[in-house]
């Protein structure tokens, strides 16, 4: 199994404009969860799916993030309009619910808006 | 309040020296609990984990932690350090009766000296 897989690595952005993140979790997981880590406030849950339905998003920090699980095999994490503070690395990871609680996490995206 | 702590944020040890790295946390309940590691510009990596049984707990990379009930604690443990450990570990928590999501500690970095 190639992981969870994320994608951009990296994206520079100006501030106003909209990012998408991009997350394929590992299949036969059931569980997806969106992360972000700063130096200031750590790892933060944002928010979580199970079975593509969003069961938490109070970590979700304003309007301009949003969140959506299409399918079992994708989701993404939108900003829109992104600004400096949103800069930070986010981490998708996924899981099997009922299972041996092993997630896995993705090698994160790095957002900078400038 | 439920909280994850991880008193140390930064530790250095001798390579070759032994390691222990604390984590308390503070539940109604016993949560599951777990270490994952983190190297610069990496995803995290599950080291270890614990939910039942044996408080004693062996994980990859000769780590082991030990869950102390009484102490509210789960302090990781490796008895001789390497230069490749050097990097940033978490304490991360899941309530299992109330949400399915790993709630973090800020993590304590570790450097390791020749």
């Known amino acids: 199994d190639a992981g969870v897989i994320q994608s951009p690595r990296h994206e520079v952005t100006e501030m106003g404009q909209e990012v998408t993140l991009r997350c394929k979790p590992i299949?036969?997981?059931?569980?997806l969860f969106w992360y972000r880590q700063t130096m200031m406030r750590g790892l933060e849950l944002l928010i979580y799916?199970?079975?593509?339905?969003?069961?938490?998003d109070s970590g979700m920090p304003e309007d301009r993030f949003s969140a959506k699980m299409p399918n079992a095999s994708f989701s993404t994490l939108k900003i829109q309009p992104s600004e400096p503070r949103d800069s930070a690395v986010y981490f998708c990871?996924?899981?099997?619910?009922?299972?041996?609680?092993?997630?896995?996490f993705g090698s994160g995206t790095r957002l900078t808006v400038v | 309040a439920q909280s994850v702590t991880q008193p140390d944020i930064h530790i250095t040890v001798s390579e070759g020296a032994s390691l222990e790295l604390r984590c308390n946390y503070s539940?109604?309940?016993?949560?599951?609990l777990f270490w994952y590691v983190q190297s610069p510009g990496q995803g995290l990596q599950l080291l270890l984990k614990?939910?039942?049984?044996?408080?004693l707990v062996q994980g990859i990379k000769g780590f082991e932690a030990e869950f102390k009930r009484s102490q509210s604690s789960f302090n990781l443990r490796k008895p001789s350090v390497h230069w490749s450990d050097a990097a940033e570990y978490f304490c991360?928590?899941?309530?299992?009766?109330?949400?399915?999501?790993?709630?973090f500690g800020k993590g304590t970095s570790l450097l390791v000296t020749p």
């Open positions: 990871a996924s899981s099997q619910q009922g299972g041996d609680y092993g997630y896995t």
């Open positions: 299949s036969g997981h059931n569980s």
């Open positions: 799916f199970n079975n593509n339905v969003p069961i938490d």
């Open positions: 539940y109604g309940a016993t949560p599951y």
């Open positions: 614990y939910f039942s049984g044996d408080t």
């Open positions: 991360a928590v899941v309530e299992p009766n109330s949400g399915y999501a790993l709630n």
